[in-house]
């Protein structure tokens, strides 16, 4: 029992039976750890070999604590290491003759653990493990392997079973089952059985349908799977079996495609000032608001234009020129006008005093009319942040024209000191996120001085704060003087980007405040062009500190903007019109939850047909037909990739079958599933 032992009756009792029955056998009374000694002679004397059976065991039964190192290697060295070797030598065999069976022996005390048995525990499940792999990559050889776990009597456990029961759990019982799986017509592999007293059954593994704890919002908590456990432990509720690596990946992806941008949301406090439910309820009030061309060029001076600096502003500034327009950023405008007479937001009671202007969005979905029109706008809430300490909070305003046709957007990120630690999330959904200036010289600069006055000039388009021209506000806000308006920096950087690159017109602009600026200071607006975007900062000479960072714009409205499916030179493919949608679908809440820029390689008959380049980490997002770098690169068949779209090819069988190949961060493909639908 402890393989102490040299008897060599039982294995010269069996030779002698199978030859008595006209059969052919060798005794072999090598130990099983000296993998030649034992299969060395089977090929001297057969030259093949067909079967292995991994059977030779000993015991070592201690209670856990009182298992010393050399019971545990002799367990181990005896179950699993020879085990392994054996079938190694044997492997390599049976590939070469695309012929082979391989059973481990196995336990229950492995497979349910036993006390006094953590050693031997250890070494039989390890076996069913080795079972697992060698199964798989053995089939393509037919050389399958199983694992049986019998209940029957041998030396080893001819003291453990009641006497009455010796004749029932004789090997008899069991070797028949163990024989089937030998035999060459059986094709089982990777199978775990147990057996003994006549009776066998298969073994499987077997999960429940399992919860999901996390969101995409926070790492989770202890707490999170707290909750969620007895859920997570439930096998009344669907359970399934579950046979492969694949099959267990496919799960968990499945549960992260699946995964909750951020927790429900509670309840809002009705006694509280931050009520992020009845704030994101709210749709504000038509503000009308009529303007002439006298506004537009009010506003053009307000972010310093003007005719002594080149002939090219006269187009901003002088209604009878050719070219007579607003700057892009005269959209701020109708904005301010709703704001002056919106007043405060239900749900969202800030004090006015903590409030920071951190970001601005603006696009335009249409040029505007120089000479005047009339717009409506109304305002919604986007995101609630809680930052901790502080809140964050976005404001959407919508401006149409008389036709009712979307004119311009505008997003104001709002921040407000010591007003967070609300219970809100975290997770960024509608802002558009700035995007960082690239490590290099810029392309263009442009410098300008700001006049003394300019804060009085700006305030006339609609935003009369005093801190930008009373000094005793301005003092008491915390400033020695007043200080210029953040969105008159903003509309001097516009003016600049749009005088470098007069023959397109701006149509989005992002910018976050970084720090204030006093007439009188020098702006430097500083440029890189970054594919179809540039992407700008403005410094403050004087302080050489940045007034704005984070800074896009992009130019041409969305006819030429977003892709309308394949051009006319190129060939028709099935997936044209399913990135065509997918265009109509992409915006900041897209960019928000994503991140991330992907390329796909549309193949037809084995070679490329198309690339696509689907940008979801900057700006408002773009799908474009070009061939640009990625997070994440597929490849895929135009009938495969529109079955998938069409949901009649499961995508993660596509992918696992070959027949799509995923390139960078696979992991990133998953959130690709709302632009499918």
């Not at 969101?215 to 707490?223: D, N, Q």
């Not at 700035?434 to 600069?445: G, M, Q």
């Not at 701006?506 to 009188?520: D, H, M, N, Q």
Request: proline letters at 4%; one cysteine or more; glycine letters at 8%.
């Amino acid at each position: 029992m402890h393989g102490e032992g040299a008897s060599s009756v039982a294995a010269d009792e069996v030779v002698a039976q199978i030859k008595a029955a006209g059969g052919n056998a060798m005794a072999n009374y090598a130990n099983v750890c000296n993998t030649d000694d034992v299969l060395g002679p089977v090929m001297e004397e057969y030259g093949k070999l067909d079967i292995l059976i991994n059977n030779a065991g000993i015991l070592r039964d201690r209670s856990f604590l009182r298992i010393s190192d050399d019971d545990w290697q002799a367990i181990m060295d005896v179950h699993l290491t020879a085990s392994f070797k054996l079938s190694q030598k044997a492997f390599e065999v049976m590939k070469a003759q695309k012929y082979g069976r391989i059973i481990n022996t196995s336990s229950s005390s492995g497979i349910y653990g036993n006390f006094g048995q953590a050693n031997y525990a250890a070494a039989k499940m390890g076996l069913v493990g080795l079972t697992n792999t060698l199964a798989i990559e053995g089939r393509k050889n037919n050389v399958l392997c199983n694992a049986v776990a019998p209940q029957a009597l041998s030396r080893m456990t001819e003291n453990i079973f009641p006497a009455d029961l010796h004749e029932m759990l004789g090997p008899q019982f069991v070797a028949p089952l163990t024989l089937y799986l030998c035999h060459e017509d059986c094709n089982e592999t990777g199978g775990v059985f147990e057996t003994g007293g006549g009776y066998s059954s298969k073994l499987r593994f077997q999960s429940t349908k399992g919860a999901l704890f996390a969101t995409k919002a926070s790492y989770p908590t202890v707490e999170d799977v707290a909750a969620k456990f007895d859920e997570i432990c439930n096998f009344d509720d669907e359970p399934e079996a579950v046979e492969s690596i694949h099959e267990a990946t496919m799960r968990i992806m499945n549960a992260i495609s699946e995964m909750p941008d951020a927790p429900e949301a509670a309840g809002d406090d009705p006694d509280a000032d931050i009520q992020p439910n009845k704030a994101k309820a709210w749709k504000s009030d038509i503000v009308n608001w009529e303007y002439t061309h006298k506004d537009v060029i009010l506003y053009n001076l307000g972010v310093g234009a003007s005719p002594m600096k080149d002939n090219c502003e006269l187009r901003f500034i002088y209604e009878n020129h050719d070219e007579f327009q607003p700057l892009p950023s005269f959209a701020i405008v109708p904005a301010f006008k709703a704001i002056a007479e919106l007043g405060e937001t239900p749900g969202l009671k800030v004090n006015l005093a903590n409030i920071l202007h951190g970001e601005q969005y603006i696009k335009l979905h249409k040029p505007f009319d120089a000479d005047g029109a009339k717009l409506s706008t109304t305002a919604k809430v986007g995101d609630i942040l809680d930052k901790g300490k502080h809140l964050v909070y976005s404001t959407d305003y919508e401006s149409r024209d008389e036709d009712g046709e979307l004119v311009c957007t505008n997003q104001f990120v709002t921040f407000v000191r010591n007003q967070g630690g609300f219970g809100g999330t975290n997770q960024q959904e509608t802002i558009v996120e700035p995007i960082d200036a690239p490590d290099r010289e810029p392309d263009h600069t442009f410098e300008e001085s700001v006049p003394l006055g300019q804060a009085a000039l700006y305030r006339l388009s609609g935003d009369p704060n005093p801190l930008h021209l009373d000094p005793d506000f301005a003092q008491m806000a915390g400033f020695k003087v007043p200080i210029l308006h953040g969105m008159c920096t903003y509309g001097y950087a516009v003016r600049h980007i749009q005088n470098q690159y007069p023959e397109t017109p701006i149509s989005a602009i992002k910018g976050r405040f970084s720090s204030p600026v006093l007439p009188g200071d020098t702006l430097v607006t500083k440029m890189w062009k970054d594919g179809e975007k540039v992407l700008f900062e403005v410094w403050n000479k004087e302080s050489n500190v940045k007034a704005i960072s984070g800074g896009f714009v992009e130019f041409g409205f969305e006819e030429s903007e977003k892709s309308s499916g394949s051009s006319e030179s190129s060939r028709a493919l099935l997936t044209d019109k399913l990135f065509a949608e997918m265009s109509d679908k992409v915006d900041a809440s897209s960019v928000n939850k994503v991140k991330g820029i992907f390329k796909f390689e549309i193949m037809e008959d084995g070679k490329l047909a198309k690339s696509w380049v689907v940008d979801l980490k900057n700006g408002e997002g773009s799908v474009s037909e070009s061939d640009g770098k990625a997070d994440c690169t597929i490849i895929v068949s135009d009938s495969d990739f529109a079955a998938i779209a069409a949901g009649e090819l499961d995508a993660q069988k596509a992918f696992f079958g070959g027949q799509m190949k995923i390139k960078g961060n696979v992991m990133l493909s998953q959130k690709l599933g709302t632009l499918l639908k």
